[in-house]
């Protein structure tokens, strides 16, 4: 049976007419067990009318050409390559091996001819892209009454790069909403790989919070995964927004849960840079918006942070006005969430930064009319095969010379590159460091309040609001030699212990919440040191490690 067509039928000779026989079509519609047409002028996923005759070409090849035509290659280009490849395999041994011109200039026709907009109405348009990609969609949920729109998207390429990637390291979230570009919350799961790129390996589009129907679409995300590989499992899942629920998110991956910080240090900085011109008082509003955040550790609330800062900063009310707006009526839950989670390393902001601003640039910016139905083409199509190309010019070599146009580059792997002679760091004064320019060696840029997580650096990447290899460089540097002050997330989650240590309740009840509370915390230590080991973040401290063995 053809590409799994369950179509069949029984034929009977009749015994009086022998002449004549009965056909008896026990499934007439050519589909496969799912319902989706396998072949013929139903299947509306074929490429050409041969395909009425012939079996079609893989769904993998089908997807390779389909991406290095999105991403620019020339129809000659692909044929040739294709050529060498079967040559090199010995020549030819399958339908695929039997690529011709026509099948790549009609999926290039095919490219030009697909419309984003399937219906005049988006919500239409988004259902019947919904089953046209079945296979696709690991959660779909219609706007309907009190319910939101809710859609799951994970292709097959995805699915693979989340087994490879995701076990053993990081899941994070990429949370963007409210743009003017698009109405709807857009949620990317990243993984990262071996050269420190965050790849997506999943999409949600959401009309209302991620965090509010989380519960609904993860299990069916963790099922889609463990049904390939039931070992699976992540190092850690990192959150960028408070609201997401760190309890469902530890039960679905059993693993534990990171807060990163890229929205807030990215946030602020770019408001510093734009309502304050001197770069001095920048860095030193930057360094006390931090212990904002942390307030927590030296017994302060939020208000009194707050207003504390306002008092300083008097003078800059054009910044003060902006964080007002924006940032105060939500700093109270960023500040909770600091205090019940670990933070993640300042690594993996540099790398999300980087995917984010390829989104933005490649996604986002473009003029779509705010409709859903864009939105999902953009990411599946173009934005897809950008991945999926780079992915396959590092693994197999091919086109190392469109590389350049197409490489992914984030600070965190750049910063590897950086050797240590070239940072210069006053070990008696570690208000700031200094780090020499790859590219003039007469240059060097200046680091002030190094290891924290509100370093600035005032290199021209940095100065736009960025995360630069600079900052990471000291970053791991200062870690390596331990020698850099405790980070402001270590203290506040080293203080949460002494509490819990300090005053013990009375009542059983609250004592037995108090206990399990421990040994989570006692499970998340354990998993901190263990990347502490592995250089990823800062050495526990002797006090955390006494801390650790009161707890044992």
Known sequence: MMRGCICHFTVKRLYTRPQLALIIYNQRSHVDKSGAPCHG?????????????????????????????????????????????VQRHGGPHSRDDFLTRNDVRNMERLIRNSPHELHLDDRCSVKMWVQRHHKHVFYFQESCGCEGFVLGVQTDWQLQQMLRYGHGGFIASHLVSGSKKFKHTLCSLLAFDSSQNAIPVA???????????????IPSLV????????????????????????????????????????????????GLLKYCNNFDVQREMFKQLG??????????????????????FVDQYAFIEYFRSKWLSKIELWVNCVRTLPVAPQETIASIESYHLRLKSKVLSQD???????????????????????????????????????????????????PDIDVLLDEENLQLAKVVSQADNNVAYTIWNPG???TLCDCSWSMVGNMCKHVIKVAIF?????????????????????????NLPEDPLVLEH???????????????????????????????????RILK
């Open 41 to 85: 002028i139903l299947d509306q996923e074929s490429v050409g009318t041969r395909a009425m005759y012939a079996p079609r070409i893989s769904e993998e090849l089908r997807q390779k050409v389909m991406s290095l035509l999105h991403v620019g290659i020339s129809l000659d280009a692909i044929v040739q390559h294709h050529m060498e490849e």
């Open 203 to 217: 999409w949600i589009i959401s009309s209302s919070s991620i965090g509010q129907n989380i519960h609904k679409w």
């Open 223 to 270: 099922e889609r995964i463990r049904g390939k590989d039931t070992r699976w499992r992540p190092n850690a899942v990192l959150v960028d927004d408070p609201s997401f629920e760190a309890s469902i998110l530890r039960e679905a991956f059993q693993c534990r849960v990171l807060l990163c910080l890229w929205h807030v240090r990215r946030g602020w900085l770019k």
């Open 291 to 312: 212990r904002i955040l942390y307030c927590t550790r030296n017994g302060s609330s939020v208000a009194d942070a707050v207003e504390e800062f306002v008092q300083i």
């Open 368 to 418: 779509s009319d705010q409709r859903v139905d864009f939105l999902i083409h953009a990411l599946t199509s173009q934005f897809h095969s950008f991945y999926w190309f780079e992915q396959y010019t590092v693994e197999t070599g091919y086109f190392e010379n469109l590389r350049d146009r197409f490489s992914l580059t984030n600070p965190w792997n750049q910063a590897t590159h950086i």
């Open 452 to 454: 924290s997580e509100f």
């Open 478 to 502: 200062c870690r390596s030699r331990q020698i850099a002050r405790p980070l402001l997330s270590a203290q506040v989650y080293r203080q949460t212990l002494v509490n819990l240590l300090q």
């Open 514 to 548: 108090a206990i399990s509370h421990v040994t989570r915390l006692e499970q998340d230590i354990k998993s901190l040191e263990d990347l502490s080991n592995s250089g990823l973040l800062q050495p526990l401290s002797s006090i955390d490690q006494q801390n650790y």
